[in-house]
């Protein structure tokens, strides 16, 4: 084993340094089915199985509830309603208005009202069909434009912006308006929500949860028991899936469980099945865009006003900061120098809409990527034209509507390198070319960006804590507070120890996340796992390593500067000792092998008063490039080929973050195209099922899909080895797909109008707007 020098620096060769390629830790249990979810732990005999019971209305009192014939049912243990909460009837974030069950007034339809705890799930469901419970309906609010019109909102309506956008719109050469809709998304985890809760001595409960966020869930289950947080620890080893979905979402399941252990002395566990578990969770945020812009005859945005408003659903959860996300992400990679962005949260009487890989930017980013086609039409330019005069650059256009200033802008290089790769504009042409002979089938093709901030962007989340033992025989144990859901960040973070030790990723052991190890977390969530983890648990191997080099320039007489790990060993002045052998030298000496590590994010700092600020360390960037073909006759459409460059900063683990490339941008794919949730006028979801609710499947991967890292990314701060998030920005690299449909829409109007599609562009949405760019094209 040796080192080798690269451009980058010195690259260690031990099996598993930064830098690498490395399989996913859990790969081969995955494939093989070895890797165990709560599903699959051992159940004891005298387990319970939990079933919750939900509101059929949307809004409505409850005036009588009669459980007597649910708990004199068969097999039934115990049932829980809101009078049996010996603690706080609530599960929210930190708002205070997510009740556990509903106490006399249900607000949408599948709020839980009662559990059922029995010897098997059967027979909890059985039972819970015998409650007798009586409704008064009231009206309901289930859509955007119900909720604007009565004016119900979470919070009041919030302001962003810079300039004055009222003055330069009136002053603009040209002006457009539009609107259009965005849809939702079901999260639709490969496992669905899941707790399985274990009573311990004292009142005590271990509780096993799919969550993104243990120490919330730890804390939201000791407010509903009523116990100190330190009576309640939670666990997770792994998730099948998260995506957002599992960070507010699963206190609710964990609660129940743990009322039912603690109750009866009992484990408990509650998993929903996949329809019970679209019905009660919440989903990605749908919005309404409006638009008023002003631009100059080479398309450069002179003025700018925009109005997002979003369906929040029955509670507040996480919808305050989702929606600050999207207006942050109001601008993408361009400046707009007189902009106002208006953002309404609306409350509505559906399930509380909550994280979403994105977290409300993909929202304001498709926008202002759909403005920037509308302007390239109205002028007669090629879409890529505008967007490289409105990007952001120099002095006097690198500052944000909200006030944070541009320095690591690589989003014109990061460009014209993909347009080039990719050969965009012959391909451009050659999309025309077909078309003018094709009359039937036509043929889109569109070059989209993509800027995103990292970090929470509330401040006090930008925080975490990791655990790293040494044991005497050199091999390590390494907790953070970070999860697993399948994104890799257990096997970046193990790199990132064993570069700091010099040691093989072997000898190092990724344990579950634990409160009982790593106590006050963040959630796993805002594409933070790696920065805030990595930099933690260097900071507890660092700490190690120090007594370590001290230990053996005392020992052996020498200099701590001549103490260097290497390639598995220790090399003291020119003696060299295995890693291991020191480790155990160490520990005869007395030596604490153990050491806790945090890390807090700098430089961040944000007013929300003000929506002024700096709420991110930095930015990633990425563009893709994708093209399309749809039958005009049927709206059903095909992504033949997307070319993306995405910019990961100096990669700790490239094959990981391309396999994060491409589930994120096939996940976004999803979003704007099949992903379809549609609600009746009672605010009942009708697709809460794969048979009606469609998930890109295998078949929708673009035949050719061609993902590259951008070769000179290099964090210019000072994050874990230079590296750069890469979770949630590949997402909105899907923006592509939706324009290039958007354009081969147009193409059936030879161009003479654009096509307005709302999101998802499913075949029938499609199919209408070809209809409308026909009649236009008429007229």
């Keep these: 084993m040796v080192e080798r020098e690269t451009e980058a620096g010195t690259v260690s060769e031990i099996k598993g340094a930064v830098h690498k390629e490395l399989k996913h830790d859990s790969a081969h249990k995955h494939v093989s089915g070895d890797a165990i979810y709560i599903d699959d732990m051992p159940e004891p005999k005298d387990m319970l199985h939990i079933y919750a019971a939900m509101s059929e209305h949307a809004h409505a009192r409850i005036t009588a509830m009669d459980l007597g014939a649910v708990k004199a049912a068969k097999g039934v243990v115990c049932v829980i309603t809101a009078e049996d909460i010996p603690g706080h009837n609530d599960v929210s974030p930190f708002a205070g208005d997510d009740p556990l069950f509903a106490d006399g007034l249900v607000e949408y339809i599948g709020q839980p009202i009662f559990a059922v705890a029995a010897t098997s799930i059967e027979a909890a469901r059985a039972a819970a069909k015998l409650a007798q419970v009586d409704y008064e309906a009231l009206p309901a609010l289930t859509t955007i434009d119900a909720a604007l019109e009565a004016g119900s909102a979470i919070e009041p309506m919030q302001t962003m912006g810079q300039g004055n956008a009222t003055a330069a719109l009136e002053a603009s050469p040209n002006r457009l308006t539009g609107s259009f809709r965005i849809g939702g998304q079901d999260h639709f985890y490969l496992e669905g929500q899941i707790a399985f809760a274990k009573p311990e001595e004292d009142g005590d409960v271990h509780v096993f949860s799919s969550t993104q966020h243990p120490s919330e869930v730890q804390h939201l289950v000791a407010h509903v028991l009523g116990t100190p947080t330190n009576a309640v620890t939670v666990e997770v080893r792994r998730m099948g899936g998260g995506f957002g979905g599992k960070e507010t979402h699963p206190a609710m399941f964990a609660a129940m469980a743990a009322l039912v252990a603690v109750k009866t002395g009992r484990p408990a566990k509650l998993r929903l099945d996949r329809d019970d578990d679209m019905i009660m969770t919440g989903k990605r945020h749908d919005f309404r865009y409006d638009y008023d812009v002003g631009f100059d005859d080479e398309g450069r945005i002179t003025g700018m006003a925009i109005e997002m408003a979003s369906r929040c659903g029955r509670s507040t959860d996480l919808s305050p900061a989702i929606n600050d996300r999207a207006m942050f992400h109001a601008d993408n ?115 989209t960006l993509v800027k995103f901030g990292i970090s929470f962007t509330t401040t006090h989340l930008n925080q975490a804590g990791a655990l790293v033992h040494v044991y005497a025989d050199g091999s390590v144990h390494l907790n953070h507070g970070g999860t697993e859901m399948g994104q890799g960040l257990f096997v970046k973070v193990a790199q990132v120890v064993a570069e700091e030790f010099q040691i093989d990723v072997d000898r190092i052991k990724i344990t579950a996340t634990t409160t009982a190890k790593v106590p006050n977390t963040s959630a796993t969530a805002a594409s933070s796992g790696s920065d805030l983890n990595g930099m933690a648990a260097l900071d507890a191997a660092r700490k190690i390593k120090a007594r370590l080099t001290e230990f053996a320039a005392k020992k052996y007489d020498c200099p701590k500067d001549r103490v260097t790990f290497r390639n598995n060993n220790v090399y003291v002045e020119n003696k060299e000792i295995p890693f291991a052998d020191l480790a155990r030298e160490a520990y005869l000496g007395r030596v604490s092998l153990s050491a806790t590590g945090f890390y807090k994010t700098p430089k961040i700092h944000y007013d929300r008063s003000r929506h002024k600020g ?166």
């Design 614 to 779: 700096r709420p991110f360390l930095y930015f990633c960037y990425g563009a893709a490039v994708s093209e399309v073909l749809i039958d005009t006759l049927t709206g059903e459409y095909k992504v033949e080929r997307v070319d993306i460059l995405h910019d990961t900063g100096r990669s700790l683990n490239p094959a990981i973050d391309k396999g994060q490339i491409e589930g994120g941008f096939i996940q976004g794919m999803g979003w704007l195209t099949t992903e379809e949730l549609v609600y009746d006028e009672d605010g009942r979801l009708r697709t809460h099922a794969p048979s009606t609710y469609k998930i890109p499947a295998c078949s929708d991967r673009p035949e050719h899909l061609n993902i590259e890292l951008y070769k000179k990314g290099r964090n210019v701060e000072a994050t874990i080895h230079r590296s750069k998030a890469v979770g949630e920005p590949p997402f909105m690299l899907a923006n592509s797909v939706f324009l290039a449909i958007a354009d081969a829409v147009s193409a059936a109007g030879d161009y003479k109008t654009r096509a307005t599609l709302n999101a998802p562009a499913t075949p029938e949405e499609v199919l209408k707007a070809v209809m409308s760019v026909k009649r236009q094209a008429k007229n």
């Design 333 to 447: 990679c361009y400046y707009l120098s007189d902009v106002e962005i208006k953002s309404h949260r609306l409350k509505t009487h559906t399930v509380s809409n909550t994280a979403f890989r994105g977290f409300g930017g993909p929202q304001g980013m498709l926008g202002i990527e759909c403005v920037m086609d509308e302007i390239a039409h109205h002028l007669g330019k090629d879409p890529l034209q505008v967007r490289r005069v409105n990007l952001y650059g120099g002095e006097s256009r690198n500052t944000t509507p909200f006030g944070m200033t541009v320095e690591d802008n690589i989003a014109p290089a990061l460009l014209d390198a993909l347009a080039e790769s990719a050969e965009y504009e012959r391909r451009r042409a050659g999309v025309r070319a077909f078309n003018a002979k094709s009359p039937y089938l036509k043929k889109g093709i569109a070059l």
